[in-house]
């Protein structure tokens, strides 16, 4: 008893030990005592699962496994156990996988079938053939459909499953295969040989033997049902289609679904006269025909093991082109007419030509042509290579007749014998009140298809004359004139001060009044005067009289619409509603800085000077530097305009005057006038005090004791202004100028607006003069194309060709 305890102690010691080791294979120090063939399931789970978390495999931490202990037989023993377990593992997955995938039919009938699949690949070659696009399609394949009932005369065989149940006071359920022998095997009953049997003959058998074995079956307790749960896959063989060859299908596939997997028939493949053959025997005739232009089944037929499926060429090909619904080639078997091929193409469209069909013929050695006329198309028999083209109906009308113009209902009309003119208009719901009854235009087509004019008195011809009231012919077209074709279109012109100005149409008896209130009236600006110029009408040149025009001047209350004296115009006059002489509206200007009340004042004369309007805004301030005054005005439209039209008499590539214009509309916007305050306050008439626009802005500056330094200099920076210090301390202030610095055309901005520049001449350089608040600007060097090498070498072959012509002529 002390034995057994011991042992097992020592199994339960050893076992927990392989357990633990399984779970931290890779983490445990001592492998030696884990022994594989006891690893379950969840142990290899484990260690796969330590594996993919490291992101390693078996092979890799072999070394580490082997130096903790483990034998390498051992371990050998873990690979192949953790392969097969992996490998089950993912068969298991997939098949989990593929029950979720199945459909709600699956589910519902629990039938499977082993999938087929089949890359279809389209046929471009044989597009024309009639019938290639059903085996092109990879959405018709023909499977059979699963969840319909199994067919009593199903013949079983080996593949096939059988879901076997027992149900009432006994149960069982069982899925059994059918063997390789054509058995199956049944719990407590045995073996019951049912291949070659029917679906309806085996279940009788197997519910014989079950009652054997079953009592409550044989007293009728307990039921027995036996139905196909898995079909067999069966292999056929197909000759002559696009991918011939062997194929497993599904016992219930039929004919057309084997088709459809070999892609049809192939390039000479016949779609006629496919032979389905069974036992070394032709059992069917397949025609798919049948199918495309009946939709009949009868040749989709079921096939069994070992089938043969035989595409021939085929015998005989027509083409059809044009106008047929379904052009394209066509298969015809002996016998058949050309109203069968019609059929097959399904008929003519709607502008086909049907009297008579044009086919191209092959004789022995050339082609030669054949017109088949309606009446033969039941009897006429195409010929392999026959090319059959059927035409359009020609672009013509035999009873077309059109009336245009002064009627209520212009449009085309069926022509008829014996047809006139009345009849026409009468058809046409008769004249309109502005119709021309003088006379009425017929085109009219003769037999030679040129054209004639024939005139009709339309007036005679609608009171009974029959002389005038002309008999019509086919295709002719009738005008009726309207009076308004012979009118002119009359318009007036409005200018000046109204509210929307410009060109209107004339009618009869318009006023000046009339006019004047469909412009939307008179402007606020309008003065009494009114100048009307209209035109000379004369059949005679008087040299005498130099006028081109009349001109009428009126006069009319400009602030009423509706005048008293209404004045009749007339066409082609022009009118001109005269501007007050007197009528500016108010214009301002800016007044900024420090004034005494800065803002925006009403220029008060028509000569507003700087002087006036610094006054007006309380005068300069304590703290205004007074050589800090300038005057702002907008750069006008018209003088950017003016800029683009001037000719700078540059090439057609340079950019100059495309960025002087873009400069002043987007950059400047405003052009600086100087303001010399202690000039106009001595003298009113001094040139500085201008005269201001409208939008000038004055800016007054506050006194300001700093020089800023800006441009291409070391440092910019605002120096404190030092009386007595030229241009060059304030340079050496902020630390000279950069390399790029242009020292010699440094300048200078003053407060007003001013600008002076640094001079030069010989070896003296002048420099401006500072004052408070002034800008120094250093600009940049221009960048200057340095010589090369072979320039140097050039220039020194030119002085030295010239020192030897020199040396020469002296000599």
């Known amino acids: 008893m002390k034995k057994i305890i011991h042992v097992l102690t020592l199994f339960l010691t050893l076992f927990i030990s ?53 034998s390498q037989n051992e371990f050998n023993k873990l690979k192949v156990k953790l392969a097969e377990y992996e490998k089950k593992n993912s068969k298991e997955s997939k098949e989990k996988d593929s029950k979720v995938k199945k459909t709600d039919t699956d589910s519902e009938f629990g039938r499977k079938q ?10 471009s070659a044989n597009a024309l053939i009639f019938g290639s696009e059903l085996f092109d399609n990879p959405t018709l394949n023909f499977e059979p459909d699963l969840k319909l009932a199994t067919p009593m005369n199903y013949v079983l065989g080996p593949g096939d499953e059988l879901q076997v149940s027992v149900y009432g006071v006994q149960e069982y359920n069982a899925s059994i295969p059918v063997s390789v022998e054509g058995k199956v095997t049944i719990d407590y009953v045995g073996q019951i040989a049912v291949s070659g049997m029917s679906i309806e003959a085996a279940s009788q058998k197997i519910k014989a033997a079950i009652a054997r074995v079953y009592s409550t079956v044989r007293s009728g307790q307990s039921q027995v049902s036996v139905s196909l749960s898995q079909i067999r896959t069966i292999k056929i063989t197909i000759v002559g289609g696009k991918q011939p060859g062997n194929y497993s299908i599904s016992s219930l596939a039929t004919v057309y679904n084997a088709l459809h997997l070999a892609g049809g028939p192939g390039k000479n493949g016949s779609y006629r006269n496919i032979e389905l053959i069974r036992n070394n025997k032709v059992y069917k005739n397949i025609d798919i025909y049948r199918f495309l232009v009946k939709g009949d089944q009868s040749d989709n037929v079921g096939l069994k093991e070992n089938d043969v499926i035989r595409i021939p060429a085929y015998t005989q090909r027509v083409t059809v082109e044009g106008e047929v619904k379904r052009p394209g080639i066509f298969e015809m078997k002996k016998g058949e007419k050309f109203s069968d091929l019609l059929n097959f193409a399904s008929g003519f469209n709607e502008f086909a030509y049907t009297a008579s069909v044009n086919v191209v013929q092959k004789t022995g050695k050339e082609f030669k042509v054949h017109d088949i006329n309606e009446g033969e198309y039941n009897s006429y028999q195409p010929q392999s290579g026959d090319v059959f083209r059927i035409t ?33 208009i009468t058809r046409a719901e008769g004249l309109k009140e502005d119709a021309y009854s ?5 085109i009219r087509l003769k037999t030679d298809l040129t054209t004639e004019i024939v005139n009709v008195d339309l007036g005679a011809a609608l009171s009974g004359d029959l002389n005038a009231d002309v008999e019509l012919k086919r295709e002719d077209i009738i005008t009726v004139y309207s009076i308004l074709d012979f009118r002119e279109e009359y318009v007036v012109t409005i200018d000046g001060e109204v509210k929307n100005p410009g060109e209107y149409e004339y009618f009869e008896n318009l006023t000046l009044n009339d006019l004047v209130v469909q412009v939307g009236g008179l402007t606020g600006s309008a003065s ?6 209209r035109m000379i009408k004369s059949d005679a040149i008087d040299d005498a009289d130099p006028k081109r025009i009349e001109l009428i001047e009126l006069e009319i209350t400009a602030d009423n ?27 301002m200007v800016t007044v900024s800085g420090a004034v005494g009340y800065p803002g925006k004042y009403v220029l008060a004369n028509k000569k507003e000077t700087v002087y006036n309007v610094v006054m ?77 626009f409208p939008g000038d802005e004055i800016e007054v500056a506050v006194y300001n004791e700093g020089v800023k330094v800006t441009g291409n200099v070391l440092l910019t920076s605002e120096i404190p202004y030092r009386n007595g210090k030229g241009f060059k301390y304030y340079l050496n202030a902020v630390g000279g100028v950069d390399n790029k610095g242009w020292k010699r055309k440094a300048y200078i901005i003053y407060p007003n607006g001013k600008a002076d520049v640094t001079t ?20 940049e060097k221009p960048e200057r194309k340095k010589m090369t090498a072979g320039e140097w070498v050039g220039i020194g072959s030119v002085i030295s060709s010239l020192a030897l012509l020199i040396v020469t002529a002296f000599k």
């Open 561 to 587: 619409n509706e005048q008293i004296k209404n004045f009749v115009l007339k066409p082609f006059d022009v009118i001109n509603i005269r501007r007050m002489a007197v009528y500016e509206k108010p214009q």
């Open 616 to 692: 007006r805004a309380g005068g300069l301030t304590s703290i205004a530097n007074l050589d800090g005054m300038k005057i702002k005005r907008p750069i006008k439209e018209e003088q950017i305009e003016t800029l683009e039209r001037i000719d700078l008499n540059i090439s057609k590539n340079d950019t100059l005057k495309g960025k002087l214009a873009k400069k002043l509309k987007e950059d400047l916007k405003f052009a600086t006038i100087p303001v010399n305050w202690e000039k106009i306050v001595k003298d009113k008439n001094h040139f500085s005090n201008v005269t201001l």
């Open 760 to 779: 030069s001449f010989l070896f003296f350089r002048s420099y401006p003069k500072v004052e408070p608040d002034s800008q120094i600007v250093v600009p």
């Open 18 to 70: 392989f357990n633990t080791n399984a779970q931290d294979i890779l983490k445990s120090k001592d492998l030696s005592t884990i022994k594989v063939d006891y690893l379950s399931d969840d142990d290899l789970a484990k260690i796969s699962a330590q594996l993919k978390s490291n992101n390693a495999t078996l092979d890799q931490v072999e070394s580490m496994a082997i130096s903790k202990g483990m």
């Open 438 to 442: 003088k006379r009425a235009r017929i």
């Open 528 to 533: 009494k005067r009114v100048e009307i110029a």
């Open 114 to 123: 082993e999938k087929i699949k089949n890359e279809k690949v389209k046929d």
């Open 392 to 424: 359009k109906i020609l672009n013509r009308f035999e009873n077309r007749i059109k009336i245009e113009g002064a009627v209520f209902r212009p449009d085309y009309y069926s022509f008829t014998e014996g047809m006139r003119v009345s009849d026409l």
